[in-house]
């Protein structure tokens, strides 16, 4: 089987249900985002030190979180009502809540905070950011979805906590590096 199709050459691209799109849909850009922000955490696990613990068990979510985000893809792939979606996991409530055990215990290892944090410190806690702010990015596209199509609560709910979590592992990133959180310095006036 060959790689290439050629039935995309024409600007449109096919879901999951079988149903052909233009590209530039609004369902193409969120779970187009949404492989975006995947490849970013590929780029973070590789920045991970096994040999460390919280950096084994920062990868050890990552690799939860990508096969999410492949859940993801699906789900946005597969409008609701199609023949196909009792093939798919849409995120439901056990994913949110998963979401938010992976925050508070990332986070708890945290230093309080006492200014704004701006990206930067370890390249780990770097890319992380970078994941922070493309995962945003996935959220406003799922939201721009949302106005035309229905996409399921939890997903939007989960989408919102990944962007908390990846803020909560930067810091920790940093932390556990020995970096302090990098503080915005504002302009006097």
């Known amino acids: ?106 986070d708890g290892g945290n230093p309080p905070i006492s200014a704004f944090v701006m990206p930067g410190g370890s390249e780990l806690a770097a890319r992380l950011h970078l994941a922070r702010t493309v995962c945003r990015r996935a959220e406003r596209a799922i939201i721009s979805l949302s106005a035309i199509e229905p996409v399921g609560d939890p997903l939007l709910r989960y989408m919102n906590r990944l962007s908390d979590l990846f803020f909560a592992m930067a810091r920790r990133a940093n932390h556990e590096r020995g970096h302090a959180d990098v503080a915005w310095k504002p302009r006097a006036h």
Not at 17 to 24: H, I
Not at 75 to 99: C, F, N, Y
Request: aromatic share 6%; proline share 3%.
């Open 1 to 106: 089987m060959r790689l290439y199709t050629r039935t995309g050459d024409d600007g449109t691209t096919g879901l999951f249900s079988g149903a052909r799109v233009s590209k530039d849909h609004p369902r193409i850009e969120a779970y187009g985002t949404v492989d975006e922000l995947n490849a970013v955490l590929g780029l973070v696990g590789c920045a991970c030190d096994r040999s460390h613990p919280f950096e084994r068990r920062l990868h050890e979510i990552i690799d939860v979180m990508q096969s999410r985000l492949f859940d993801i893809g699906a789900d946005l792939a597969t409008p609701e009502g199609a023949k196909q979606q009792a093939r798919i996991h849409r995120i439901d409530d056990q994913d949110v809540a998963e979401s938010e055990g992976w925050i508070d215990e990332v």
